[in-house]
């Protein structure tokens, strides 16, 4: 009888998986749907130029319709504990497949505000004082060469990519059953933005991805390592619902590469003050930190 311990099998704390079943929930809190099961779809059009038309008459393609059916096949037969190719997906009527559209149709449109340069100053712009011409006081605060009017038209801004549900009735036509960013019914309802929210679930996996990756050994040693991890959360905010299920099925990359640029945008600004602090020690005849000794880039030689 062996007296070593029996090895623990690897903890999986998240996988793709399960994140993609997060942001498929957080998503549809901001949508209205006629039926609760209209949520999940089978095939998704990513097509956000092209009209609704357009959109559609590439969802009836039979290569696409045969696409959408074997999605469903695989989720019943899942959903359902069969082994994975046990539902025909030819036995799967037209009638039943949900399609995603993406589309900014039934976003509203605001006024485009002109483009502002901001000129940034100099030392020397700070300490020399001119008298300025009262009517040149506000000249620098919009570039007449390339401002963009304000008669365009814009979509506003939202958290994800929009999109419609359809489906295909007994006569082979189209018919709305679900929209993003909508609240209130298809027929009565009004754009919306801000009435939906993150799962908790969702949220506690981006703080466990930002702690996870911030024990990593190159990380892990900094000081304002909590201050990473905060503007990475807070990115994840921001861009955690951004993501696109009709490009990628790993969602898991993708908030791993904005943690990284978090986490490496923090760096640099703390490199930068530190840079600007070792520069003032020197120009005072001051010693500056080990690091700038330890480098290369030191300008002056210190001695006792």
């Given amino acids: 009888m062996s ?24 998503k549809t809190t901001y949508c209205y749907f006629t039926k ?4 999940r779809y089978d095939f998704i059009v990513d097509m956000p130029q092209a009209t609704i038309e357009e959109s559609l008459e590439y969802a009836f ?5 045969q696409e959408a059916r074997e999605t469903c096949a695989l989720r019943m037969d899942i959903e359902q504990g069969l ?5 025909d997906p030819l036995s799967i009527p037209v009638t039943d497949l949900v399609f995603r559209v993406m589309t900014w149709d039934h976003v509203p449109v605001a006024p485009k505000q002109p483009r502002k340069t901001v000129k940034k100053k100099t030392a ?6 001119e008298e300025i011409d009262p009517d040149e006081i506000f000249a620098d605060l919009e570039d007449t060469a390339s401002k963009a009017e304000v008669d365009d038209m814009v979509h506003v801004k939202v958290n994800f990519p929009p999109f419609q549900h359809y489906k295909i009735d007994a006569n082979n036509t189209f018919y709305c059953v679900g929209k993003s ?29 930002c702690e996870k990756y911030a024990m990593k050994y190159n990380w892990r040693g900094y000081t304002y390592r909590d201050e990473m991890q905060n503007s990475a959360i807070l990115q994840l905010t921001y861009v955690g619902l951004r993501f696109n299920e009709a490009k990628s099925a790993n969602p898991f990359a993708y908030y791993t590469a904005a943690i ?7 760096l640099n600004t703390e490199k930068r003050s530190q840079n600007i602090r070792d520069d003032i020690l020197e120009m005072n005849g001051l010693a ?12 002056m030689s210190y001695e006792e």
């Fill in 3 to 26: 007296l070593l311990p029996t090895p623990r099998k690897p903890v999986n704390y998240l996988n793709n998986k399960d994140i993609l079943k997060e942001i498929h929930d957080s």
């Fill in 181 to 209: 960013h909508w609240k209130g019914d298809l027929a009565t309802g009004e754009f919306s933005k801000d009435h939906g929210q993150v799962t908790n679930k969702l949220a506690r996996m981006y703080i466990m991805m």
């Fill in 124 to 129: 020397k712009d700070i300490f020399e004082f």
């Fill in 288 to 299: 500056p930190s080990w690091s700038r000794q330890g480098s290369s880039s030191g300008s």
């Fill in 260 to 266: 990284t640029n978090s986490f490496c945008r923090v």
């Fill in 36 to 39: 609760p099961e209209y949520h």
């Fill in 61 to 65: 393609k039979p290569e696409t319709i």
């Fill in 83 to 87: 082994p994975k190719g046990t539902t």
